[in-house]
């Protein structure tokens, strides 16, 4: 994996020599006026082009079904970064393979801005399997993640100063937005009983959605995609839904979804039915163009999915 990072460095220093004074941006269009921001997540890439408005252009490194986990940057990802005025990524080791193109991006005078910084440290999650570092997945409760709305802005009015009072209105809107969205999952979450608050996904994303939602959260796999469920584990999930008679469980967007079909057969050998209540977007967003292909729309699937199915006790 060294080798590849050492390779995609060296294409960068070649890509950065050859790269003119006067920017193009991420289309290769006349930079004048525009902010380019290239953004690791679509979570990041839409609230980017939220509060940039007509000022950025904006282009997503990871597309709807991409894991960020697994995510290895190609030589085309390493030549548009280079050529961006701004690069907003997640932090907390959500990317963690790029994090020495990262560096060398920041040693080249480009702006780049971890989005988590406007998180308090006390309110994140620290999981002991998770090597002493910080849970990433701060987008599942929406409080966390109006927090990131700062950071961008604040690089915004850096960036362009003379449009600050639009980036304000739309920071300001954005975050109005949020709130009454946070609102929605809370009612929609308390109308499930509190005995039927119980989660099954693929990885275990979603334990800051569990901590702010009242729902108890269980994954097959840890915090990142990269370690790998055994048979025991498989086994183990299998017997807390027999136990407690959980109806459903969810698949994700971003990971295969054999993982938990594998849970729902041993379920199965055990003498019962558990469906399959839904895909959730976990990692990535939906489709461009979809309800789910924004940050908002994909927090309002997830939540309506999950009661959905653990309320009338799952689907075929």
């Not at 408005?53 to 697994?70: E, Q, R, S, T």
Request: aromatic letters at 6%; hydrophobic letters at 40%.
């Amino acid at each position: 994996m060294r080798g590849s990072i050492c390779l995609l460095i060296t294409i960068l220093t070649v890509v950065l020599l050859a790269c003119s004074s006067s920017k193009e941006d991420v289309n290769g269009s006349s930079g004048k006026g525009v902010i380019n921001i290239v953004a690791t997540t679509g979570m990041i890439a839409d609230m980017a082009a939220v509060i940039g408005g007509d000022n950025v252009v904006v282009k997503g490194l990871m597309g709807p079904g991409v894991d960020p986990h697994l995510y290895k940057a190609s030589a085309g990802d390493v030549a548009l970064l280079s050529k961006a005025d701004v690069i907003f990524y997640n932090g907390l080791h959500l990317e963690g393979k790029m994090s020495e193109i990262f560096e060398q991006m920041k040693s080249r005078g480009i702006r780049t801005v971890a989005v988590t910084e406007g998180v308090d440290r006390s309110d994140l999650l620290a999981p002991p399997e998770f090597k002493g570092n910080y849970d990433p997945h701060i987008w599942f409760d929406v409080t966390l993640w109006m927090n990131t709305v700062g950071p961008v802005r604040n690089m915004l009015i850096e960036k362009d100063p003379e449009n600050a009072p639009e980036y304000n209105e739309n920071a300001d809107s954005y975050l109005e937005a949020l709130a009454e969205l946070n609102e929605y999952v809370k009612e929609r979450a308390d109308s499930l009983p509190e005995d039927k608050r119980v989660l099954i996904t693929a990885h275990d994303a979603f334990n800051y959605f569990g901590r702010g939602y009242g729902f108890e959260v269980r994954g097959l796999q840890g915090i990142s995609t990269e370690s790998e469920a055994g048979t025991a584990d498989v086994q183990e999930l299998a017997a807390i839904i027999v136990e407690r008679r959980i109806p459903a469980v969810f698949v994700e967007s971003s990971v295969p979804p054999r993982y938990i079909e594998a849970v729902q057969a041993a379920v199965k050998s055990k003498g019962f039915d558990v469906k399959v209540g839904g895909e959730l977007f976990s990692d990535a967003m939906g489709n461009p163009g979809t309800p789910e292909g924004n940050y908002i729309g994909m927090v309002r699937h997830n939540i309506n999915t999950i009661v959905d199915a653990l309320g009338r006790g799952g689907e075929s």
